[in-house]
């Protein structure tokens, strides 16, 4: 089956620790992006990746790294410098031919205690 | 930077009733793109729009690209309990490849 897998589904965490989500997509897609989702919000763009071994900022990137190091996978870590890191992560890919369209993993709700 | 309003914030209807809502954009778009997020999964997919005047069909969910290219409009018909969740309607970010999303609609349908 193709598509976007994020793991884990949930996951906790103490204050001031270091989290790193995982995305995965077999999809053969080349851009690859990290939103967060808090209550009653929209998504907001945390960093994107159009090519394997390059990636940029979004609109909240303070706070968060991530890497490309292969094209399938896309982790993002949540560090300890993230001011308010309990959200609902959200992981999307999209291929050169799909124009806009973006297509999103399951999520990640991550609580940091 | 580009802003997408998107009413109503929320919609509380009765099983078998139509629903609409509607997304305005501050600039103009060359796509328009709806999602559906069931409650603590990731949004899907339902309708993409890439032509003004554009009316395109999923099933029961109509939706359609304004003339003015400034809007877009999503319609459910004879919606049921499985329509629950919150619509987003999307468009082209500030830069190549990147989506801009409007704040959703939250819909709730009472049996």
């Known amino acids: ?113 | 930077g580009q802003q997408l309003n998107q009413s109503p914030q929320s919609m509380f209807i009765q099983e078998g009733e139509d629903v609409s809502m509607n997304c305005t954009s501050s600039s103009i778009f060359n796509t328009w793109l709806w999602y559906k997020q069931d409650p603590g999964e990731g949004p899907v997919l339902l309708i993409a729009l890439y032509k003004a005047g554009e009316l395109t069909s999923n099933g029961r969910l109509t939706a359609q690209f304004g003339i003015t290219r400034k809007d877009s409009f999503l319609n459910i018909s004879a919606s049921i309990p499985s329509d629950v969740g919150i619509y987003f309607c999307a468009g082209p970010g500030t830069s190549y490849g990147k989506l801009t999303f409007g704040q959703g609609t939250i819909l709730t349908v009472h049996p």
């Open chain 1, 1 to 113: 089956d193709g598509g976007i897998t994020q793991s884990p589904k949930y996951l906790f965490r103490k204050e001031g620790q270091n989290v790193t989500l995982s995305c995965e997509q077999n999809l053969n897609h080349d851009a690859m992006y990290w939103y967060r989702q808090d209550p009653g919000q929209g998504l907001r763009l945390i960093y994107y990746s159009q090519i394997v071994n390059d990636f940029q900022k979004g609109d909240i990137a303070e706070g968060y790294s991530v890497s490309r190091e292969k094209k399938e996978s896309f982790p993002l870590t949540v560090t300890s410098a993230q001011k308010n890191p309990t959200a609902f992560y959200l992981c999307a890919s999209r291929g050169l031919a799909d124009y806009n369209e973006q297509f999103f993993g399951p999520g990640t709700r991550l609580t940091v205690l």
